[in-house]
Structure formats: structure tokens, C-alpha cells
């Protein structure tokens, strides 16, 4: 089992100048990371600087594990349907470069407000044809690619089943994040045990959840639901981590962790002990 760091995580440092996601490169390495997944917020990726990625990685003796990059197939127009359908087989190429063997991509963004099961079954088919023909075009890459519980549309881990279950293909699976189902206020735990038999990779992170009517202040954001929710650094937090991880391990996932912190906290702190937080429940609940 391999644990590293999404470079997300280091958004903070890459932002202030402190650190360039190549040199994140050698900080996860330095401090215990197996595996670094690529998040390209903050940087823009292009095939240089992926083969320049996949290089320093290389030399830090660590893995690429992993792409994750943004999609929204609910166009206004069938052009612009095709468009994002075509934008995202290129990044597919791009993830050949980085040498991943898995790639998430999202598929729909709406607010809360629009994104009830009505509209969500009457986008189904399309959404799913996307994904289909994205799969397809990755199939003789040996990229696996998938759907985060991610974005309110598709978060649901029904939502998320309902649509691998409709693409119908070998090589499309599911990121799980295991606290993205807070956000739309269902019980993280069990929905991690309904979506371990199509998982092909997991991110880890931990929130703060508070209840009442009034927003805790700078940091919170709002699940569907009302219920205020902030980053916070693994095993700090609110989240069942030992529930979640042991939820995993029992489905029988023996691929990459990829920790994620989105904290208020030092974004280096945050990560690292993320990291060693993750090791030491996973150890536990494996024994």
C-alpha cells in the first residue's frame, strides 16, 4: 500500500512562491510520500512540463500515481458538447506522458439548488456517453479512468454507481474520496462500503463538521444539507478514519492512498501529518 500526496494539497506553497510543483515533488519524497497525484490547479499541464514532471519524479524515486482534472459535459449546445468531449481525450494524452495508469475527470457541475434526481436522471444518458467515449479512447493506453463522488451533481454514491453502472466499461471506475460524501450529508462509511467494488483509487482527507444555524466563520463551507464543513488535517477532524480506512481495507483495495489537505493550517504541517496519519491508521486497521 502506497501513501503519498495530491499536489493539490501544496496549492498554498505553489501560490506564495515557497514551492513550484516540481520541487513538491522532492518535498513529498523527502518526507515519506510513495506516490505523488497530479492535481493541475495552481500549474497549467502541458506535454512539457509532464514529461519534465514524470522526470523529476523519477529521479525523487517516487510514482506518478494518478491525474485528476476537471470536465462539465451539461453544455448549452451540442458543440460544445463534442468540444469538452475532445478537450479531455487530450488530457488523456497527457496523462500518457505523466506515465499515470488511472485518470479522474468530472463530469457535470451545478449549484445544489439544480442538482436534484430529476435533473440528474434526464442528463444520465448523456453524461454517461461522455464518459464512454472518453473510456474508450483511453482503452489502449492502459488508463483506467473514473468518476469522483465530486460537485453535488454527482456525489451521491448512488449518483456515482448509477453512472459507472451505465458506461458499462472495463476501464471506468471510481476515485473515492472519502469525505466528499459529507457534502452531501450522507453517512461516509457506508457509502465507501457500497462503492469499494468499483474503486480504482482513494483519496483521504478529514473535515470539521458543525451543526448550527450560523456559520462558524472564514474557512466553512455549506453541505446540501446546512451543515457547515472545513478542512482539516487527518485524524484532527470529525471524520470515522479508522471506520473509513478499515471500510477500505475489508473491500479488498490494495492500490494508491492519495491524501488530499485543504486545511486552514500550514499546508506542509497539513500534509505531513496527513501522511503519517494515514500510515498509522492504516497499519492499525490492517493488522
Given at each position: ?10 496549492l ?31 500549474f ?6 509532464a ?17 485528476v482534472?476537471g ?14 468531449v475532445?478537450?479531455v ?11 499515470v495508469?488511472r ?5 457535470a ?34 488508463i483506467?479512468m473514473s468518476?469522483?463522488?465530486h460537485g453535488?451533481?454527482?456525489q451521491h ?8 453502472q ?7 471506475r471510481?476515485?473515492?474520496d ?13 457509502a ?25 466563520g ?5 453541505s ?9 488535517i487527518?485524524g484532527?477532524?470529525?471524520?470515522r ?31 505531513l501529518e496527513?501522511m ?12
Open positions: 500500500m502506497r501513501i503519498g500526496l495530491s499536489t493539490y494539497s501544496l498554498k506553497a505553489f501560490k506564495s512562491g515557497s514551492m513550484t510543483p516540481l520541487s513538491g515533488i522532492d518535498w513529498i519524497a523527502r518526507n515519506g510520500g510513495e506516490h505523488v497525484e497530479v492535481a493541475p490547479i495552481g497549467d499541464l502541458t506535454a512539457e512540463f514529461t519534465q514532471f514524470r522526470k523529476r519524479a523519477e529521479d525523487a524515486g517516487i510514482a506518478v500515481s494518478s491525474l482534472v470536465a462539465n459535459f451539461l453544455t448549452e449546445t451540442s458543440a460544445a458538447y463534442e468540444a469538452e475532445e478537450r481525450k487530450r488530457v488523456v494524452d497527457l496523462a500518457t506522458v505523466l506515465g495508469t485518470m479522474r475527470h468530472d463530469v457541475w451545478l449549484s445544489p439548488e439544480q442538482s436534484g434526481i430529476a435533473r440528474f436522471e434526464q442528463e444520465l444518458p448523456r453524461m454517461a456517453e461522455a464518459c464512454q467515449r472518453i473510456a474508450d479512447y483511453a482503452a489502449s493506453t492502459g483506467v468518476v469522483e463522488n453535488f451533481f454527482v454514491s448512488d449518483r456515482v454507481l448509477r453512472l459507472v451505465a458506461v458499462n466499461r472495463d476501464n471506468y471510481i476515485t473515492l472519502v469525505g466528499n460524501f459529507c457534502c452531501v450529508d450522507e453517512d461516509p462509511v457506508a465507501v462500503k457500497k462503492c469499494m467494488p468499483y474503486v480504482s483509487m482513494v483519496h483521504v482527507k478529514d473535515l470539521y463538521l458543525r451543526h448550527q444555524a450560523q456559520s462558524p472564514q474557512g466553512w463551507f455549506t446540501v444539507g446546512g451543515c457547515h464543513l472545513r478542512g482539516a487527518i484532527a477532524g470529525d471524520l478514519m479508522e471506520d473509513l480506512l478499515r471500510a477500505v481495507a475489508q473491500g479488498g483495495y490494495d492500490g494508491d492512498l492519495s491524501v488530499e489537505f485543504e486545511g486552514l493550517e500550514d499546508c506542509e504541517f497539513g500534509s496527513g503519517k496519519q494515514t500510515r498509522r491508521i492504516w497499519d492499525s486497521v490492517c493488522r
